[in-house]
């Protein structure tokens, strides 16, 4: 246990400190204080050469960060040997240095000032509200330093544990009777008992000895005779007996549905009898987003500080993982200040690390900007932005920040976030809109009375290469359809992967619950599909017509994933394009591969182009659906290639296993990931 505990300055400014007993509490604010000691002993007067210090049964522990001037002081009873101090400093050392850089740089550099100045300042160190600053580190040093001691706890545990005796082997039995092994005799109450022993060891060893010289003569006999042992021939596995299918060995109807165990239809009985649990476990309460002013179900916005709400609680948890699991070659003292090194680069982050040089009351010029900026564009390639974007990225920022006079640290992290959001926003500004619900209401309420009464639907084709999550993802934004009280129809034309139509059906049925559950009454949502081995493009137009008949809103086509470089799949795509002309051709590609996607959302929009341009203009892509977003943290390159290449926006991103867990991206979240470090 603790007894006392501070971070303070070099000059004697204590920031924060802790007494865990009254008596410590009471001894640290006198004048004879192990710290007090510590001070003016071993790093003022510099008499004790060794890492811990001791005074009057106490023991004290102590590490530095050079670069802010500050000292971490832990102190304890000597008596107790707490082996977790070295580690909770440098976890501790590491956290302050995170999450309090900024007030920690402003603080040092006004005590600079003072020094230079030789002058009284507003911003006088006893002016500063520590307690205010440091709001919440006393929460987060619990955390930590209960973390090391539960470890600690463990660890006293299993040395104490009684070590498990190994279970006494038996040696094998002897080929020699003068070497056999004694018998047990403890248990034997008469002669009897003893003289059945023997005899039974006898037998044993005479059946090993006639079982090994029977091998390669007789061996067939020798298995087979009464030797006092138990060997016996292996039997033989018995075959499968065949299914017989009557004497014309014909299938008939009723065959079939006795061996189809499938759930495939779901009825109404099934939908009302639905069990909640499943239901909830569809949906993410959390994830779901809100209806406007105008009724309308708007997607929830990508956050990524909603993702770092507990980003306190995450960098404690880090950081006691790490301390915990530090190996013994890395505790030593190089790697301690490489530590801290790291962990004050890393916590100044991209506008600190690269723009620090520039504080001063200056005006920037293109010198000045050079080194930096080919640093920062270093920066957005790690992000995984394409070369060629970070290119441009970069000298939108120069553009914006040349000519420019600034003045301190928080000046020129201000231009700087500015400029780069006005660079990375010319970029993401897309050249259609992004409502979809407004395009589609549009498009229903025009009725093109010369021809029908009835009005066409509006379709979306979900395009994409395998596995990224065409039919996941097109369920997720038919949901979102769902409750906006539209009347969805997928068009099952993914005829070629075994389980393509399956499971568009699981997802129907589960959707249609869903609503049912919600009283969705205006809306539904139902499925068009004709099995496999079928002509894509003729089932999308069959499903369009359909559709038109019955009433439905919108149609979502999912097709069958296909590499980019597939010539052949690429025009039978383009057909089912030409022939249905649909309204919106979403690419659906995946976050976690990087660039891979910005090649194979090019040469899909290329092909679009090059093979429907047969009966006029070819189509391109009109947006994007980025999956598995929740896989890549904040290296959201990807995101910004891929806009760039098409000009057309990303309309949503999934980042969920459930029918909610689709976002919608804006570019404030873009700036927000490139900017963390």
Request: aromatic share 6%; glycine share 8%; net charge neutral.
């Given at each position: 246990m603790?007894?006392?505990?501070?971070?303070?300055?070099?000059?004697?400014?204590?920031?924060?400190?802790?007494?865990?007993?009254?008596?410590?509490?009471?001894?640290?604010?006198?004048?004879?204080?192990?710290?007090?000691?510590?001070?003016?002993?071993?790093?003022?007067?510099?008499r004790?050469?060794?890492?811990?210090?001791?005074?009057?049964?106490?023991?004290?522990?102590?590490?530095?960060?050079?670069?802010?001037?500050?000292?971490?002081?832990?102190?304890?009873?000597?008596?107790?040997?707490?082996?977790?101090?070295?580690?909770?400093?440098?976890?501790?050392?590491?956290?302050?240095?995170?999450?309090?850089q900024?007030?920690?740089?402003?603080?040092?550099?006004?005590?600079?000032?003072?020094?230079?100045?030789?002058?009284?300042?507003?911003?006088?160190?006893?002016?500063?509200?520590?307690?205010?600053?440091?709001?919440?580190?006393?929460?987060?040093?619990?955390?930590?330093?209960?973390?090391?001691?539960?470890?600690?706890?463990?660890?006293?545990?299993?040395?104490?544990?009684?070590?498990?005796?190994?279970?006494?082997?038996?040696?094998?039995?002897?080929?020699?009777l003068?070497?056999?092994?004694?018998?047990?005799?403890?248990?034997?109450?008469?002669?009897?008992?003893?003289?059945?022993?023997?005899?039974?060891?006898?037998?044993?060893?005479?059946g090993?000895?006639?079982?090994?010289?029977?091998?390669?003569?007789?061996?067939?006999s020798?298995?087979?005779?009464?030797?006092?042992?138990?060997?016996e021939?292996?039997?033989?596995?018995?075959?499968k007996?065949?299914?017989?299918?009557?004497?014309?060995?014909?299938?008939?109807?009723?065959?079939?549905?006795?061996?189809?165990?499938?759930?495939?239809?779901?009825?109404?009985s099934?939908?009302?009898?639905?069990?909640?649990?499943?239901?909830?476990?569809?949906?993410?309460?959390?994830?779901?987003?809100?209806?406007?002013?105008?009724?309308?179900?708007?997607v929830?916005?990508?956050d990524?500080?909603?993702s770092?709400?507990?980003?306190?609680?995450?960098?404690?948890?880090d950081?006691?993982?790490?301390?915990?699991?530090?190996?013994?070659?890395?505790?030593?003292?190089?790697?301690?200040?490489?530590?801290?090194s790291?962990?004050?680069s890393?916590?100044?982050?991209?506008?600190?690390?690269?723009?620090?040089?520039?504080?001063?009351?200056?005006?920037?010029?293109?010198?000045?900007?050079?080194?930096?900026?080919?640093?920062?564009?270093?920066?957005?390639?790690?992000?995984?932005?394409?070369?060629?974007?970070?290119?441009?990225?970069?000298?939108?920022?120069?553009?914006?920040?040349?000519?420019?006079?600034?003045?301190?640290?928080?000046?020129?992290?201000?231009?700087?976030?500015?400029?780069?959001?006005?660079?990375?926003?010319?970029?993401?500004?897309?050249?259609?809109?992004?409502?979809?619900?407004?395009?589609?209401?549009?498009?229903?309420?025009?009725?093109?009375?010369?021809?029908?009464?009835?009005?066409?639907?509006?379709?979306?084709?979900?395009?994409?290469?395998?596995?990224?999550?065409?039919?996941?993802?097109?369920?997720?934004?038919?949901?979102?359809?769902?409750?906006?009280n539209?009347?969805?129809?997928?068009?099952?034309?993914?005829?070629?992967?075994s389980?393509?139509?399956?499971?568009?059906?699981?997802?129907?049925?589960?959707?249609?619950?869903?609503?049912?559950?919600?009283?969705?009454?205006?809306?539904?949502v139902?499925?068009?599909?004709?099995?496999?081995?079928k002509?894509?493009?003729?089932?999308?137009?069959?499903?369009?017509?359909?559709?038109?008949?019955?009433?439905?809103?919108?149609?979502?086509?999912?097709?069958?994933?296909?590499?980019?470089?597939n010539?052949?799949?690429?025009?039978?795509?383009?057909?089912?394009?030409?022939?249905?002309?649909?309204?919106?051709?979403?690419?659906?590609?995946?976050?976690?591969?990087g660039?891979?996607?910005?090649?194979?959302?090019?040469?899909f929009?290329?092909?679009?182009?090059?093979?429907?341009?047969?009966?006029?203009?070819?189509?391109?892509?009109?947006?994007?659906?980025?999956?598995?977003?929740?896989?890549?943290?904040?290296?959201?390159?990807?995101?910004?290639?891929?806009?760039?290449?098409?000009?057309?926006?990303?309309?949503?991103?999934?980042?969920?296993?459930?029918?909610?867990?689709?976002?919608?991206?804006?570019?404030?979240?873009?700036v927000?990931?490139?900017l963390?470090?």
């Amino acid at each position: 246990m603790l007894d006392h505990c501070s971070i303070s300055h070099k000059g004697g400014i204590v920031l924060w400190q802790r007494s865990f007993t009254p008596a410590a509490s009471t001894l640290a604010a006198s004048s004879s204080s192990p710290v007090n000691g510590l001070v003016r002993e071993a790093l003022i007067e510099g008499r004790n050469t060794e890492e811990k210090y001791e005074k009057d049964g106490y023991a004290v522990r102590w590490t530095f960060v050079n670069e802010l001037e500050l000292i971490f002081v832990v102190a304890y009873q000597r008596i107790l040997q707490l082996s977790y101090i070295e580690d909770l400093l440098a976890a501790m050392k590491d956290l302050f240095i995170k999450l309090y850089q900024p007030f920690l740089t402003t603080f040092i550099e006004s005590l600079h000032v003072i020094r230079s100045a030789d002058i009284k300042s507003t911003t006088h160190p006893a002016a500063w509200d520590f307690t205010r600053a440091l709001d919440g580190w006393d929460k987060i040093f619990d955390k930590l330093l209960r973390g090391f001691e539960d470890k600690a706890a463990l660890d006293r545990k299993s040395r104490t544990k009684p070590a498990l005796r190994a279970a006494p082997t038996s040696s094998p039995p002897s080929e020699d009777l003068e070497n056999a092994p004694t018998v047990d005799t403890t248990d034997a109450e008469d002669a009897q008992a003893i003289s059945r022993n023997v005899e039974a060891l006898r037998n044993r060893l005479k059946g090993r000895q006639e079982k090994k010289g029977g091998r390669g003569k007789g061996q067939r006999s020798g298995l087979s005779s009464a030797s006092g042992t138990d060997t016996e021939l292996p039997r033989r596995k018995t075959a499968k007996t065949p299914r017989k299918w009557g004497e014309s060995n014909e299938v008939t109807a009723d065959d079939i549905a006795e061996l189809d165990f499938s759930m495939d239809h779901a009825d109404v009985s099934q939908i009302s009898n639905a069990d909640p649990q499943y239901l909830r476990s569809l949906i993410d309460e959390s994830s779901m987003g809100v209806k406007g002013k105008d009724g309308l179900y708007e997607v929830k916005d990508l956050d990524f500080t909603t993702s770092h709400v507990d980003d306190d609680d995450e960098m404690v948890d880090d950081a006691i993982s790490r301390a915990l699991n530090r190996s013994s070659n890395l505790s030593g003292p190089s790697a301690s200040s490489s530590t801290t090194s790291s962990a004050i680069s890393s916590s100044l982050g991209i506008l600190g690390g690269l723009f620090s040089r520039l504080t001063g009351s200056k005006v920037l010029t293109n010198e000045d900007l050079g080194p930096v900026l080919a640093a920062m564009k270093d920066h957005l390639m790690k992000k995984n932005v394409a070369k060629e974007i970070s290119d441009k990225i970069v000298e939108g920022v120069r553009e914006g920040l040349v000519g420019k006079r600034v003045s301190g640290f928080n000046g020129v992290k201000t231009q700087v976030r500015t400029a780069l959001s006005e660079s990375i926003t010319r970029i993401l500004t897309p050249k259609t809109s992004t409502d979809l619900l407004l395009a589609i209401r549009t498009k229903l309420s025009s009725i093109n009375s010369s021809t029908s009464s009835k009005r066409n639907p509006y379709t979306m084709t979900f395009v994409g290469v395998n596995g990224v999550g065409k039919s996941t993802n097109l369920s997720k934004v038919c949901f979102w359809l769902l409750q906006n009280n539209f009347k969805v129809l997928i068009a099952a034309c993914d005829t070629f992967r075994s389980g393509a139509v399956e499971q568009l059906r699981v997802h129907v049925r589960n959707l249609g619950m869903l609503a049912e559950q919600s009283n969705m009454n205006k809306g539904g949502v139902e499925l068009y599909e004709r099995g496999y081995g079928k002509d894509a493009a003729g089932i999308a137009k069959d499903a369009i017509s359909y559709a038109k008949e019955n009433g439905f809103d919108v149609v979502l086509i999912d097709t069958a994933g296909r590499m980019q470089d597939n010539e052949p799949l690429m025009r039978a795509l383009a057909k089912l394009v030409s022939t249905n002309n649909p309204d919106k051709i979403i690419f659906v590609g995946e976050a976690l591969v990087g660039n891979e996607a910005v090649d194979q959302l090019s040469k899909f929009d290329r092909a679009l182009r090059d093979f429907s341009s047969g009966s006029g203009k070819g189509r391109g892509i009109d947006g994007m659906l980025v999956t598995k977003w929740d896989t890549v943290d904040d290296k959201v390159g990807a995101a910004l290639s891929m806009t760039y290449v098409t000009g057309q926006p990303i309309l949503f991103v999934g980042c969920g296993q459930t029918y909610t867990d689709l976002r919608q991206l804006r570019v404030a979240h873009i700036v927000q990931a490139l900017l963390s470090d």
